[in-house]
């Protein structure tokens, strides 16, 4: 795992969106696996300037988001295909028929899981996966407790997540919240041949330090990605404040990048 420190999280953003900026290039028929939430945002608005600057194309670009919550329409504004079409697929010269997230109306939620599976395998699996940390150390919806081997699965909120996402909602009442998710399981997401994991605020620090230094335990389900091979976490200062060898793992990642 190499930890990237930077001084804020636009440069956190700017150097996780040039490793896929990099990797697009490389290989134009890629398989990315995206995420959703306020972190990501920065990477893809900087992903979104690229495309613009005709320094890269995501025309053949195949994408497969972490999750989506259960019982919401693609056009509910809360809702993950939303999220993704209004913060990058519109953005960049994708096609949308490559872009994938979970059906939140599937009649049959178990079905849809395993079919989604059964296509990102004959896609030939996921090229680079992004991904948030929860301040509880979980990654997708695969809250504490979660077995480090899941696959994607239908998952229950806890009572914390549907309090959090309350905001979100337009009335902030908690029985707007959807209970339940359609979740990438742990082992699908260390699957990805690159992770690339994005941490900004103290609020992350207890989560990244657990994720890091911490054993690997379903009670902080970020700290799979130990056991992976090429995960790397773009962080800001305070993210990383928590951690003993923070300092080592800035020269290291710095020494690496540099190649």
Known sequence: ?????????????R??????????????KCVLGLATGSTPVLMYGELAKDVKAK???????????????????????????????????????????NTHVLNGLAKDPVKECKAYEAAIKRAGGIDLQVLGIGSDGHIAFNEPGTSLKSRTSVVYLTPST??????????GKLDEVPTRALSMGVGTICEAKRVVLLAFGKGKADAVKGMVEGGMSQFCTASALQAHNDAWVFCDEDAASKLKLKDYYAWRSATVLKG
């Open 15 to 28: 150097k996780a969106a040039d490793m896929i900026a990099a990797l697009v290039k490389r290989n134009p």
């Open 162 to 171: 549907i309090k959090d996402n309350a905001r979100l909602f337009f009335h």
């Open 1 to 13: 795992m190499e930890i990237v420190v930077c001084k804020d999280k636009a440069e956190a953003s």
């Open 55 to 97: 320094k890269i194309s995501f025309r053949q670009v195949k994408t497969w988001n972490l999750d989506e919550y259960y019982g919401l329409a693609p056009t509910h504004d809360q809702s993950y295909r939303y999220f993704m079409n209004e913060n990058l697929f519109k953005k960049i010269d994708i096609q949308i028929k």
